[in-house]
Structures are given as structure tokens and as C-alpha cells.
């Protein structure tokens, strides 16, 4: 299956400077979100959505021809008083 590709911030450093970001990747059917961000070689806290929403579970299952983004997670910041 191919998936759309968009990553953010930081994470574009992983791609030449010339795909601003994008790319298209080829995955076995039945490939997770995680599935994808251990190709792109991407660990850690970060944020994504799928078809533009917002997806939280690494199982979740991508579907050919769907846009993945992937972007740093935003941390911080405290309760006011």
C-alpha cells in the first residue's frame, strides 16, 4: 500500500531539504501508525493525524492511499494559579 507522508518541524531534517517535508512511502498492508514511524526511523513523543485527524493510537491501522503527519509533540506549561 502507498501512504501520503508530511513531517513537521525538526522532523523534516530526516528528508532532503528539497522534499519540503513530503514524501511517498510503500508499506505492507496491515502496517500501523507505529509500523510507519519505525520505517521512517522516528522514535519518541511525537504527535499525528491520519486524513487530517488527530490519531493517538500507534495500532491504529493505515490504509492505502491515506496522508499520515507527523509532528513534534508540544510539551509543557503548567496550571495557573
Known sequence: MIVRVV?????REKLAKESRGRLTVELPEGSRLADLRAHLGINGPVGSSINGQIERNPERVLQDGDEVHIFQ?????GQLP
Open 73 to 77: 509533540s508540544i510539551g509543557g506549561g
Open 7 to 11: 513531517l513537521y518541524g525538526m522532523l
